[in-house]
């Protein structure tokens, strides 16, 4: 099942994460080098907000204790074995009108 999500590529400023609900989903969304992401947006370890993490080396940390996660897969980093993989949600984006789909 596809979500449009409330907003469109170009309301994304690179690398900057931002918390987006749609429907049941509850998600960490981020342009990075012009392609977007979507991760759950429940931290794997005590339930950090992944929205309101940031990108560095092109994962997503966590800003409570730092988990780190793959934009791509959604796998935890091995050098940070507290967190286990986050969901990561394939993403669609409209050529035409900018908005943005995930799938579930
Ligand atoms: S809650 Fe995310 S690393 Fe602890």
Do not use: Q
């Amino acid at each position: 099942m596809e979500h449009k999500l409330g907003i469109k590529i170009n309301d994304l400023e690179d690398d900057l994460v931002v918390s987006v609900s749609a429907n049941n989903l509850s998600l960490a969304v981020v342009k990075h080098e012009g392609k977007i992401y979507a991760l759950d947006s429940k931290c794997t370890h005590e339930g950090g907000p992944l929205g309101e993490g940031h990108i560095d080396n092109g994962e997503l940390i966590c800003p409570w204790h730092s988990g780190a996660f793959s934009l791509e897969s959604g796998a935890a980093d091995e050098n940070t074995p507290w967190v286990t993989d986050v969901k990561s949600y394939r993403v669609r984006v409209d050529a035409t009108t900018g908005d943005i789909y995930v799938e579930e």
